[in-house]
Protein backbone atom coordinates (compact mmCIF):
# COMPACT_ATOMS: atom_id res chain seq x y z
CA UNK A 1 0.00 0.00 0.00
CA UNK A 2 1.19 3.96 -0.39
CA UNK A 3 1.64 6.21 1.94
CA UNK A 4 -0.57 8.44 0.87
CA UNK A 5 -3.42 6.34 1.77
CA UNK A 6 -2.70 6.03 5.43
CA UNK A 7 -1.47 9.51 5.56
CA UNK A 8 -5.33 10.39 4.70
CA UNK A 9 -6.58 9.34 7.86
CA UNK A 10 -4.53 11.79 9.93
CA UNK A 11 -5.45 14.84 7.59
CA UNK A 12 -6.28 16.94 4.40
CA UNK A 13 -3.64 15.58 1.88
CA UNK A 14 -3.46 17.29 -1.51
CA UNK A 15 -0.98 17.41 -4.38
CA UNK A 16 -0.03 20.35 -6.83
CA UNK A 17 -1.43 22.84 -4.26
CA UNK A 18 -0.44 26.72 -5.39
CA UNK A 19 1.62 28.21 -2.77
CA UNK A 20 0.38 31.89 -3.99
CA UNK A 21 -2.83 30.73 -2.20
CA UNK A 22 -0.94 30.49 0.99
CA UNK A 23 1.67 32.72 1.09
CA UNK A 24 0.62 36.56 1.78
CA UNK A 25 2.63 37.90 -0.92
CA UNK A 26 0.44 35.65 -3.54
CA UNK A 27 3.24 34.42 -5.24
CA UNK A 28 5.08 31.06 -5.89
CA UNK A 29 4.63 27.58 -7.76
CA UNK A 30 2.99 24.18 -7.01
CA UNK A 31 4.09 22.56 -3.73
CA UNK A 32 4.05 18.93 -4.81
CA UNK A 33 2.06 17.70 -1.53
CA UNK A 34 -0.13 19.23 0.77
CA UNK A 35 -0.76 18.19 3.87
CA UNK A 36 -3.30 19.87 6.51
CA UNK A 37 -2.93 17.34 10.09
CA UNK A 38 -6.47 17.38 12.40
CA UNK A 39 -4.38 17.69 15.10
CA UNK A 40 -1.08 17.35 17.43
CA UNK A 41 -1.20 13.25 17.82
CA UNK A 42 -2.26 12.71 13.86
CA UNK A 43 0.97 14.79 12.95
CA UNK A 44 3.55 13.28 15.18
CA UNK A 45 2.04 9.98 13.80
CA UNK A 46 1.99 10.87 9.75
CA UNK A 47 5.37 11.78 9.91
CA UNK A 48 6.71 8.78 10.35
CA UNK A 49 4.44 7.39 7.07
CA UNK A 50 5.85 10.24 4.90
CA UNK A 51 8.98 8.55 2.80
CA UNK A 52 12.26 10.06 4.05
CA UNK A 53 13.43 11.67 0.26
CA UNK A 54 10.44 14.58 0.73
CA UNK A 55 11.35 17.15 2.56
CA UNK A 56 8.86 19.15 4.27
CA UNK A 57 7.95 22.44 5.31
CA UNK A 58 6.22 23.66 7.97
CA UNK A 59 3.89 26.67 7.16
CA UNK A 60 1.83 29.20 9.11
CA UNK A 61 0.48 32.01 7.89
CA UNK A 62 2.79 32.61 4.93
CA UNK A 63 3.49 35.70 5.43
CA UNK A 64 7.05 35.79 5.68
CA UNK A 65 7.83 33.37 2.90
CA UNK A 66 8.93 33.61 -1.10
CA UNK A 67 8.05 31.01 -2.67
CA UNK A 68 9.96 30.02 -5.88
CA UNK A 69 7.85 30.27 -9.09
CA UNK A 70 8.72 26.82 -10.24
CA UNK A 71 7.43 25.67 -6.24
CA UNK A 72 8.09 23.31 -3.75
CA UNK A 73 9.46 19.99 -4.40
CA UNK A 74 8.36 18.31 -0.99
CA UNK A 75 5.66 18.43 1.49
CA UNK A 76 3.94 21.40 2.62
CA UNK A 77 2.66 20.69 6.32
CA UNK A 78 -0.31 23.61 7.35
CA UNK A 79 -0.44 23.70 10.97
CA UNK A 80 -3.86 25.90 10.98
CA UNK A 81 -5.87 22.96 12.92
CA UNK A 82 -3.00 23.19 16.10
CA UNK A 83 -4.57 26.39 17.12
CA UNK A 84 -5.70 25.19 21.00
CA UNK A 85 -4.84 28.68 23.43
CA UNK A 86 -4.78 28.01 27.34
CA UNK A 87 -3.63 30.26 30.35
CA UNK A 88 -2.59 29.02 33.79
CA UNK A 89 -1.61 31.74 36.23
CA UNK A 90 0.80 34.14 34.19
CA UNK A 91 1.86 31.44 32.06
CA UNK A 92 0.22 31.32 28.30
CA UNK A 93 0.65 28.00 26.02
CA UNK A 94 -0.68 27.92 22.20
CA UNK A 95 -0.40 25.63 20.02
CA UNK A 96 1.88 26.45 16.53
CA UNK A 97 -0.89 27.00 14.08
CA UNK A 98 -2.79 29.91 16.74
CA UNK A 99 -2.87 33.15 14.99
CA UNK A 100 -0.33 35.41 17.08
CA UNK A 101 -3.33 38.23 17.38
CA UNK A 102 -5.82 36.13 19.06
CA UNK A 103 -2.55 35.16 21.39
CA UNK A 104 -2.13 39.23 21.84
CA UNK A 105 -5.92 39.40 22.69
CA UNK A 106 -6.31 36.14 25.15
CA UNK A 107 -3.48 37.64 26.70
CA UNK A 108 -4.54 41.00 27.33
CA UNK A 109 -8.34 40.15 27.85
CA UNK A 110 -6.49 38.30 31.02
CA UNK A 111 -4.18 40.81 31.79
CA UNK A 112 -1.32 39.69 30.95
CA UNK A 113 1.00 42.15 29.37
CA UNK A 114 4.33 40.55 26.76
CA UNK A 115 2.65 39.61 24.02
CA UNK A 116 0.75 43.24 22.88
CA UNK A 117 3.56 43.57 19.32
CA UNK A 118 1.76 39.82 18.25
CA UNK A 119 -1.58 41.99 17.46
CA UNK A 120 0.38 43.82 14.51
CA UNK A 121 2.33 40.66 13.26
CA UNK A 122 0.01 38.69 11.06
CA UNK A 123 1.23 34.97 10.83
CA UNK A 124 1.08 32.45 12.98
CA UNK A 125 2.67 31.28 16.69
CA UNK A 126 5.14 28.25 14.62
CA UNK A 127 6.16 30.98 12.30
CA UNK A 128 6.55 33.73 14.99
CA UNK A 129 9.20 31.35 17.26
CA UNK A 130 10.92 30.37 13.93
CA UNK A 131 11.38 33.99 13.09
CA UNK A 132 11.58 35.43 16.21
CA UNK A 133 8.63 37.74 15.35
CA UNK A 134 8.70 41.47 17.27
CA UNK A 135 7.76 44.96 16.77
CA UNK A 136 7.92 48.00 19.43
CA UNK A 137 10.58 47.10 21.44
CA UNK A 138 8.94 43.31 22.22
CA UNK A 139 10.05 40.16 20.74
CA UNK A 140 8.81 36.64 21.07
CA UNK A 141 12.22 35.22 23.00
CA UNK A 142 11.53 37.84 25.97
CA UNK A 143 8.53 35.75 27.35
CA UNK A 144 8.98 32.61 25.33
CA UNK A 145 9.71 29.94 28.23
CA UNK A 146 9.57 26.51 26.30
CA UNK A 147 8.93 25.68 22.89
CA UNK A 148 7.57 21.84 22.16
CA UNK A 149 8.84 20.07 18.73
CA UNK A 150 8.78 17.21 16.90
CA UNK A 151 11.64 15.92 14.85
CA UNK A 152 10.80 14.65 11.06
CA UNK A 153 10.22 11.11 12.21
CA UNK A 154 7.98 12.25 14.84
CA UNK A 155 9.40 11.94 18.11
CA UNK A 156 8.84 15.12 20.49
CA UNK A 157 11.24 17.22 22.72
CA UNK A 158 10.95 20.33 24.68
CA UNK A 159 13.71 22.68 24.05
CA UNK A 160 14.50 26.14 25.78
CA UNK A 161 14.62 29.21 24.45
CA UNK A 162 18.24 28.93 25.20
CA UNK A 163 18.96 26.09 23.32
CA UNK A 164 16.59 27.84 20.08
CA UNK A 165 19.06 30.62 20.07
CA UNK A 166 16.54 33.10 19.55
CA UNK A 167 18.34 36.70 18.30
CA UNK A 168 17.40 39.10 16.18
CA UNK A 169 14.15 37.70 13.93
CA UNK A 170 15.74 33.97 13.77
CA UNK A 171 15.55 31.03 16.03
CA UNK A 172 17.70 27.44 15.56
CA UNK A 173 15.10 25.19 15.15
CA UNK A 174 16.79 21.76 14.28
CA UNK A 175 16.24 21.04 10.42
CA UNK A 176 13.46 19.20 9.33
CA UNK A 177 11.69 19.74 13.00
CA UNK A 178 8.28 21.46 13.30
CA UNK A 179 7.31 23.61 16.44
CA UNK A 180 4.00 22.35 18.01
CA UNK A 181 3.79 24.93 20.79
CA UNK A 182 5.43 27.20 22.74
CA UNK A 183 4.85 29.02 26.28
CA UNK A 184 5.55 32.21 27.89
CA UNK A 185 5.62 33.78 31.00
CA UNK A 186 3.88 37.00 30.95
CA UNK A 187 3.30 40.09 33.62
CA UNK A 188 0.32 40.97 35.59
CA UNK A 189 -0.92 44.22 34.01
CA UNK A 190 -4.64 46.28 33.62
CA UNK A 191 -6.60 44.03 30.81
CA UNK A 192 -7.57 48.26 29.43
CA UNK A 193 -4.34 49.15 29.43
CA UNK A 194 -2.88 46.57 27.13
CA UNK A 195 -5.99 46.54 25.04
CA UNK A 196 -5.10 50.43 24.90
CA UNK A 197 -1.98 49.68 23.77
CA UNK A 198 -2.53 47.03 20.94
CA UNK A 199 -4.69 49.73 19.72
CA UNK A 200 -2.17 52.46 19.53
CA UNK A 201 0.30 49.93 17.99
CA UNK A 202 -2.37 48.71 15.40
CA UNK A 203 -2.87 52.27 14.44
CA UNK A 204 0.62 52.89 13.72
CA UNK A 205 1.06 50.04 11.56
CA UNK A 206 -2.00 51.43 9.23
CA UNK A 207 -0.12 54.55 8.94
CA UNK A 208 3.10 53.23 8.38
CA UNK A 209 2.64 50.14 6.14
CA UNK A 210 0.97 49.06 3.06
CA UNK A 211 -1.00 46.73 4.47
CA UNK A 212 -3.76 46.82 1.50
CA UNK A 213 -1.67 44.85 -1.12
CA UNK A 214 -0.17 41.60 -0.80
CA UNK A 215 3.02 41.98 1.06
CA UNK A 216 5.40 39.64 3.60
CA UNK A 217 6.33 42.59 5.93
CA UNK A 218 9.84 44.14 5.99
CA UNK A 219 11.88 42.30 3.63
CA UNK A 220 15.37 43.16 4.59
CA UNK A 221 16.90 42.88 8.26
CA UNK A 222 17.66 46.06 9.68
CA UNK A 223 21.74 46.22 9.92
CA UNK A 224 23.13 47.18 13.51
CA UNK A 225 22.57 50.64 14.12
CA UNK A 226 20.57 51.79 10.89
CA UNK A 227 17.21 50.77 9.46
CA UNK A 228 16.82 49.30 5.91
CA UNK A 229 13.85 51.50 4.27
CA UNK A 230 16.37 54.54 5.10
CA UNK A 231 18.85 52.78 3.20
CA UNK A 232 16.80 52.02 0.07
CA UNK A 233 15.47 55.38 -0.12
CA UNK A 234 18.85 56.44 0.35
CA UNK A 235 19.74 54.98 -3.09
CA UNK A 236 16.48 56.21 -4.65
CA UNK A 237 14.73 52.93 -5.10
CA UNK A 238 11.60 53.71 -3.56
CA UNK A 239 8.91 52.80 -6.18
CA UNK A 240 10.80 50.86 -8.20
CA UNK A 241 8.49 48.44 -10.09
CA UNK A 242 9.95 45.24 -11.71
CA UNK A 243 6.71 43.30 -13.33
CA UNK A 244 4.26 43.91 -11.05
CA UNK A 245 6.37 43.95 -7.86
CA UNK A 246 7.11 47.44 -6.43
CA UNK A 247 9.01 49.09 -3.55
CA UNK A 248 6.19 50.10 -1.84
CA UNK A 249 6.04 54.52 -2.28
CA UNK A 250 4.78 53.96 1.22
CA UNK A 251 7.66 52.14 3.39
CA UNK A 252 11.00 51.31 1.56
CA UNK A 253 10.95 48.02 3.24
CA UNK A 254 8.42 46.69 2.00
CA UNK A 255 7.45 45.15 -1.66
CA UNK A 256 3.89 44.93 -2.46
CA UNK A 257 2.57 42.91 -5.36
CA UNK A 258 0.04 45.01 -7.72
CA UNK A 259 -1.44 41.73 -8.92
CA UNK A 260 0.22 39.89 -11.26
CA UNK A 261 3.49 40.20 -9.49
CA UNK A 262 6.04 36.84 -10.24
CA UNK A 263 8.55 35.25 -7.38
CA UNK A 264 11.09 36.18 -10.20
CA UNK A 265 10.09 39.64 -10.40
CA UNK A 266 9.97 40.55 -6.21
CA UNK A 267 13.92 38.14 -6.61
CA UNK A 268 14.80 41.15 -8.92
CA UNK A 269 14.10 43.46 -6.65
CA UNK A 270 15.79 41.97 -3.75
CA UNK A 271 18.82 41.40 -5.97
CA UNK A 272 18.76 45.63 -7.04
CA UNK A 273 18.42 46.34 -3.41
CA UNK A 274 21.06 44.90 -2.51
CA UNK A 275 23.49 45.31 -5.09
CA UNK A 276 22.56 49.16 -4.53
CA UNK A 277 22.72 49.50 -0.90
CA UNK A 278 26.17 47.68 -1.11
CA UNK A 279 27.50 49.82 -3.82
CA UNK A 280 26.69 53.15 -2.38
CA UNK A 281 27.21 52.57 1.83
CA UNK A 282 28.86 48.98 1.81
CA UNK A 283 26.54 46.96 3.84
CA UNK A 284 24.69 43.83 3.06
CA UNK A 285 21.20 44.28 3.16
CA UNK A 286 20.31 40.38 4.43
CA UNK A 287 16.51 39.37 3.43
CA UNK A 288 14.46 39.20 6.94
CA UNK A 289 11.66 37.19 4.11
CA UNK A 290 12.16 33.49 4.10
CA UNK A 291 13.55 32.79 0.32
CA UNK A 292 12.32 28.92 -0.87
CA UNK A 293 13.76 27.83 -3.66
CA UNK A 294 12.48 25.40 -6.27
CA UNK A 295 15.71 22.69 -5.79
CA UNK A 296 14.76 22.80 -2.13
C1 LIG B 1 1.84 43.21 6.89
C2 LIG B 1 2.92 42.43 7.59
C3 LIG B 1 3.51 42.97 8.72
C4 LIG B 1 4.51 42.23 9.39
N1 LIG B 1 5.07 42.77 10.51
C5 LIG B 1 5.99 42.07 11.19
C6 LIG B 1 6.57 42.59 12.39
O1 LIG B 1 6.23 43.65 12.86
N2 LIG B 1 7.51 41.85 13.02
C7 LIG B 1 7.91 40.64 12.56
O2 LIG B 1 8.76 40.01 13.19
N3 LIG B 1 7.40 40.13 11.41
C8 LIG B 1 6.45 40.80 10.73
N4 LIG B 1 5.91 40.28 9.57
C9 LIG B 1 6.43 39.00 9.04
C10 LIG B 1 5.69 37.76 9.52
O3 LIG B 1 4.34 38.04 9.88
C11 LIG B 1 6.40 37.12 10.71
O4 LIG B 1 7.71 36.72 10.36
C12 LIG B 1 5.65 35.90 11.25
O5 LIG B 1 6.30 35.46 12.42
C13 LIG B 1 5.61 34.75 10.24
O6 LIG B 1 4.63 33.84 10.70
P1 LIG B 1 3.92 32.86 9.65
O7 LIG B 1 3.02 31.96 10.42
O8 LIG B 1 3.29 33.62 8.57
O9 LIG B 1 5.18 32.06 9.12
P2 LIG B 1 5.40 31.50 7.65
O10 LIG B 1 5.57 32.63 6.70
O11 LIG B 1 4.35 30.50 7.34
O12 LIG B 1 6.79 30.78 7.83
C14 LIG B 1 7.97 31.54 8.05
C15 LIG B 1 9.13 30.57 8.35
O13 LIG B 1 8.86 29.89 9.57
C16 LIG B 1 8.81 28.49 9.36
N5 LIG B 1 7.73 27.95 10.18
C17 LIG B 1 6.42 28.33 10.20
N6 LIG B 1 5.74 27.59 11.09
C18 LIG B 1 6.63 26.72 11.63
C19 LIG B 1 6.52 25.66 12.59
N7 LIG B 1 5.37 25.37 13.18
N8 LIG B 1 7.63 24.96 12.87
C20 LIG B 1 8.83 25.24 12.28
N9 LIG B 1 8.99 26.22 11.37
C21 LIG B 1 7.90 26.95 11.04
C22 LIG B 1 8.49 28.31 7.86
O14 LIG B 1 8.92 27.04 7.40
C23 LIG B 1 9.26 29.46 7.28
O15 LIG B 1 10.63 29.16 7.15
C24 LIG B 1 4.92 40.98 8.89
C25 LIG B 1 4.31 40.44 7.75
C26 LIG B 1 3.31 41.17 7.10
C27 LIG B 1 2.66 40.56 5.88
Not at 67 to 73: R, Y
Not at 119 to 131: F, K, Q, R, S, Y
Request: net charge neutral; charged share 15%.
Amino acid sequence: MSWQQPLQSFGELSQHESMAAHTTLAVGGMATWYFKPHHKIALCQALSLIPDEIRILPLGRGSNLLVSDQGFKGMVIDLGMLNHVEIKGRTLTAQAGSRMSKLAQTAAKAGLSGLEFMATVPGDLGGGIAMNAGAFGQQASDTCLQVDIVHRHGNEETLSKQQLNMVYRHSQIPDQAIILAASFELLKGKAENILHAMRHMRQKRSQSQPLALPNCGSVFKNPEGDYAARLIEAVGLKGKCMGDAQISNVHANFIVNHGSASSDDIHALIALVQHSVFEKFAIHLEPEVRILESVQ
